[in-house]
């Protein structure tokens, strides 16, 4: 007679956090190849040298993996990020004065560019890719616009690179600004309604939306608070950069989709985290920097950097946990039966 | 008698029908002096030219400004340079300036001559790439609007952002300029050899194409690169070899012994790959190359002459090389947002020199304000009116001028002084070398 028993509470964390364990074993990889080749990239000061730019990034993915949460993409990363430096240069004015006007005007610009994405994707139910690709490449276009009624490579504001110049306990502020919205992502997931909602929409819209959960209103709005969080990274990004061109987000069309990929988040949706994508942003910046130490050829690094993102694909979060499934489903009990487990998933 | 007196008659009209005629066709500008600025190339006359609707009577000052205290290069390239500087005038009346501005702004433009020829401008980057690249794009249309018989210009821009530019960008605005039926295209080939096809679409439809800024449609002797002066029409530019040579001579001397680093801007492109290859066999025995290139026809410390990549290249050669003595860039500006990286890994800017082709004056104010006696900068030039150079060699082509395979532009190097910094300048980020008059860029760079 087969038995069925309940899942413990170790083997159901065993098998949802090893989804997210390849990011970990390749930020232990990345160390020790550091430390063979390049063991000065591990010193302290080259890490804090590269701590806001990890952090830039991480900001883009972690709406990105919201997104892709809900089984969406989102291709207008790059256009919201320069979208917001253009504005901290013009509404800035190269004043302090104007710094909290311009944050507000991006941001709101912003999550003009998200509800336009959400409402064409949410709403009408248009492809994703091919709606946020659009978009973004309209805001581009107004971005190269509103750059021309400005000097070409006028300063951000003094006060606003002076402050994300700005160290606490030695570490740069933007990397605490990263760091600080991952914990409240990963807070509102977990522990609020909302976020339970929200992790539930993007498991099984279908379903979700049974239960009575406003479906599209989750779609719509994740797109919004994606926008806005690229904006965040496109003003930190300008206030590094001091002066941005236009195009300033260029580089992070794919970047932060690797971020979430190699995280351990499935691109059809459902559950990711948001501290592993933290991870794997830090990750991929610690790799990029790691190939340009070593001197690796320009050519070189993107071959690197696609493979990397392929091996992240292969060793993704779907395929251990149908490879965890695989073999707990195989155990057997001494009297030759079979254990039935829950699902890897949810 | 009578008849001695007619012949003398007849030899004395042509005598003065002669004299009338201009001078001699052979004059050569006086050679120059080199760094220690010894004595300054006179300009030529307009005899040579003029039959192709050119003068040589270039301003002094101008030719000072924009090269420097140079020896001339070969009398073929160093004549259209003249011809070309001489039709910068600084003077502009308020209708061009106005005109100049329109055609800025605009990505075509009627000139207002009722001229039918038609003007191509085709950038890699744009105007809100860089100044650079802003500025050099005014300098041809300045050039151009000095040519009645130029009735419109048209201009593309690849919007170059930086690592992830799109090529096919800048393929297709040589396509949109071939289909919109220009008469010849200057520009600068980011892409390099990718450019290959569409330039030789151009030529093939009659239309010529001119690089500038040692802009070669890849470098000659690489696998794929097009022959200027065969595959197209000519390209402007210093001799590569020569600069880099420069570059390593700049190095062996100010560095002596120690590390030094090379940097460039888009992966292989002929400007920085030729420079390059001839910089680092000069380097002194006692000089290291820190970032050495895998093999000679690949470029090293790729910056992509972008803000938004070069602090991760400093990072990167910082952190191991944290005692670098000396670089070799073609780009000031970019040169300065690298310098900030030293802030970030709490370096020192000491003991450096610096040997750059552009003279952006941020960072020779940045130099000033540091005040470190062991920290030296030299530059050639930033070479933005080498765009002129191309209009005029192309204005020049239509007017049945032999034109040379390459415009070979002279440069020297000139150790930066507190004069390099003019605090009163429109905009700090433009080349003290640029040939636009303040009036033009109070304009474009206006806050």
């Known amino acids: 007679m087969t038995t069925t ?78 979208l917001a430096a253009v504005i901290m240069i013009g509404i800035g004015a190269g004043s302090d004065e104007n710094i909290g006007m311009a944050i507000a005007v991006a941001l709101v610009a912003a999550a003009v560019v998200g509800l336009l994405n959400g409402i064409l994707i949410g709403g009408l139910k248009l492809n994703a890719l091919i709606v946020t690709l659009a978009v973004g490449l309209i805001v581009i276009g107004v971005v190269n616009r509103y750059g021309r009624t ?62 009575g959960v406003r479906v599209t209103l989750n779609q719509i709005l994740v797109y919004v608070v994606a926008a806005v969080l690229y904006a965040i990274a496109g003003l930190a990004l300008a206030g590094l950069i001091r002066r941005p061109g ?16 190699i995280g351990g988040a499935s691109l059809t949706g459902g559950l990711a985290s948001p501290f592993s994508t933290f991870a794997a942003a830090f990750f991929l910046t610690g790799l990029n920097q790691l190939m340009l130490t070593i001197g690796l050829p320009t050519s070189l690094q993107f071959v690197v950097f696609g493979l990397v993102i392929i091996g ?33 998933s949810g | 008698m009578q008849r001695i007196m007619k012949i003398a008659a007849i030899v004395a009209v042509l005598a003065l029908v002669a004299a009338a005629c201009g001078g001699d066709d052979g004059d050569e500008p006086t050679p120059t002096g080199t760094t220690d600025g010894g004595a300054l190339p006179a300009t030529g006359t307009t005899g040579s030219l003029s039959e192709f609707g050119e003068s040589t009577d270039a301003d002094q000052a101008l030719v000072d400004k924009a090269l420097g205290p140079v020896t001339p290069s070969d009398e073929a390239s160093w004549n259209i340079i003249l011809a070309s500087i001489a039709r910068a005038t600084q003077d502009l009346d308020q209708a061009t300036i106005d005109k100049a501005m329109e055609c800025f702004n605009s990505q075509e433009c009627d000139t207002g001559t009722g001229g039918e020829i038609v003007m191509g401008y085709a950038d890699g980057g744009g105007d809100t790439v860089n100044v650079w690249r802003a500025v050099s794009h005014m300098e041809a249309i300045l050039q151009a609007l000095t040519y009645d018989e130029i009735g419109a210009i048209v201009s593309t821009e690849a919007n170059f952002g930086g690592p992830t530019f799109d090529p096919t960008i800048a393929e297709n605005d040589i396509r949109f300029l071939i289909n919109r039926g220009v008469d010849f295209i200057v520009g600068y080939p980011d892409i390099g050899v990718g450019l290959k096809e569409e330039v030789l679409e151009a030529e093939a439809a009659g239309i010529p194409y001119i690089p500038f800024s040692a802009g070669y449609v890849g470098l000659p002797g690489t696998e794929g690169a097009l022959t200027p002066g065969e595959d197209y029409l000519t390209v402007v530019g210093e001799d590569l070899c020569e600069l880099g040579e420069s570059f390593a001579g700049i190095l062996n001397t100010g560095v002596g012994a120690g590390e030094v680093a090379i940097l460039g801007g888009t992966p292989n492109n002929a400007l920085s790959l030729g420079w390059q290859q001839c910089a680092i066999p000069a380097l002194a025995g006692g000089v290291e190359l820190v970032n050495p290139p895998p093999n000679e026809n690949t470029t090293t410390g790729d910056t992509f002459w972008s803000d938004g990549a070069i602090p991760g290249v400093f990072q990167a050669l910082l952190t191991t090389n944290p005692d670098i003595k000396g670089y070799a860039y073609e780009y000031s500006d970019g040169m300065n947002t690298g310098l900030k990286e030293y802030e970030g890994l709490g370096i020192p800017v000491e003991n450096l020199t610096l040997a750059l082709r552009t003279d952006e004056q941020t960072l020779f104010c940045d130099w000033v304000e540091r005040a470190e006696p062991t920290y030296n900068i030299f530059y050639s030039a930033g070479g933005n009116f080498q765009s002129r150079v191309g209009v005029t060699a192309a204005m020049m082509n239509i007017a049945g001028a032999p034109i040379p395979a390459e415009i070979v532009v002279p440069h020297v190097m000139r150790q930066v002084t507190a004069a390099d910094c003019n605090p009163n300048r429109v905009n700090p980020y433009v080349s003290g070398t640029s040939l636009v008059p303040d009036s033009v860029l109070s304009l474009m760079f206006a806050s």
């Open chain 1, 312 to 344: 992240g694909m292969l060793v993704s979060g779907d395929r251990i946990i149908r490879g965890v499934e695989q073999v707990l489903r195989e155990r057997k009990r001494p009297d030759g039966s079979q254990t039935q487990t829950a699902p890897g």
């Open chain 1, 150 to 211: 400005f000097p070409v490579q006028n300063p951000v504001p003094e006060g606003w690179s002076d402050w994300v110049a700005t160290r606490i306990l030695g570490v740069s502020a933007v990397f605490w600004v990263g760091l600080g919205l991952t914990i409240v992502v990963s807070v509102v997931l977990r522990y609020t309604a909302v976020g339970r909602r929200f992790q539930v929409v993007g498991a099984n819209p279908v379903a979700s939306g049974v239960v």
């Open chain 1, 5 to 82: 028993k309940a899942p413990s509470a170790a083997l159901t964390w065993l098998v949802v956090g090893s989804r997210y364990m390849p990011v970990y074993i390749a930020l232990v990889l990345l160390v020790i190849v550091a430390a063979i080749w390049a063991p000065a990239a591990l010193g302290s000061v080259p890490l804090r040298a590269i701590a806001p730019y990890g952090a830039v990034l991480a900001i883009t993915a972690l709406g990105q993996v919201l997104v892709i949460m809900t089984g969406g993409i989102d291709l207008s990363v790059p256009g919201t990020m320069s």
């Open chain 1, 246 to 261: 236009v195009y300033v987000g260029s580089e992070y069309l794919l970047a932060p989709i690797a971020a979430v990929v």
